[in-house]
Structures are given as C-alpha cells and as structure tokens.
Nanobody, 126 residues
C-alpha cells in the first residue's frame, strides 16, 4: 500500500524558513514524478513544485521560484521542500503527491497525481 507522509509544517514569521518532508513507502517511486501542492482556505489546490525521481529535474510555480527548492533523498525515499523567505501568502496546507509514469497529465495538474499525503499546515504570520 502506497503511503505518503508529510511533516515539517508549523507557524513561522514572514522571512523565516521551513523544510517539509514527504516520506514515501509501499512501492518503488524511481519512475514517478513527485509534487508538492498547497491549498489555502477558500482556494483551489495549486501546484508548488515537482521533481522527476529518475532524473532529478525540477519545476516550480512562478510564485515560489527562487524561494523554494524541491529535492529528494533516494536512500530515504523522501522528497523535501525547502521554503525560504516565507510570506503570509504562503500560508496553506501543503500536500505531497505522486504521479505515475503512465499518467498522461501534466506535472502541474493535481488531477495527474494518484497518491496523496494527508497534508501539513504552514502558517506564516506578518
């Protein structure tokens, strides 16, 4: 059974940093795309960042480019999201997701991902 477990969220001040972790288990993810999405109250879930597990290629939403970094640790089967220079508008529940290689959807579309974590709350105060 596939499991994605996020951790690392919390309450921080604007300008601070946080690192989110997503521990993946239950199968081999070497050919998957791993993504981070976020959802603020009253808003739709939005793409934040993605990484190709096999190549390490990364993609970011414009709103986080230059501030957030997605990475992976193959030995730990874990994906990270390093978030620097946090802003109040980054406040949301952050979700880790896995997209299998046989899905034809885009990496930035939530509907392309078939495995999701439970989410971790990030709150940035001004």
């Amino acid at each position: 059974q596939v499991q994605l477990v996020e951790s690392g969220g919390g309450l921080v001040q604007a300008g601070d940093s946080l690192r989110l972790s997503c521990a993946a288990s239950g199968r081999t993810f070497s050919s998957y795309t791993m993504g981070w999405f976020r959802q603020a109250p009253g808003k739709e879930r939005e793409f934040v960042a993605a990484i190709w597990w096999s190549t390490g290629s990364t993609y970011y939403a414009d709103s986080v480019k230059g501030r957030f970094t997605i990475s992976k640790d193959n030995a730990k089967n874990t994906v990270y999201l390093q978030m620097n220079s946090l802003k109040p508008e980054d406040t949301a529940v952050y979700y880790c997701a896995a997209k299998p290689p046989y899905y034809s959807g885009t990496y930035y579309s939530a509907s392309s991902y078939n495995y999701w974590g439970q989410g971790t709350q990030v709150t940035v105060s001004s």
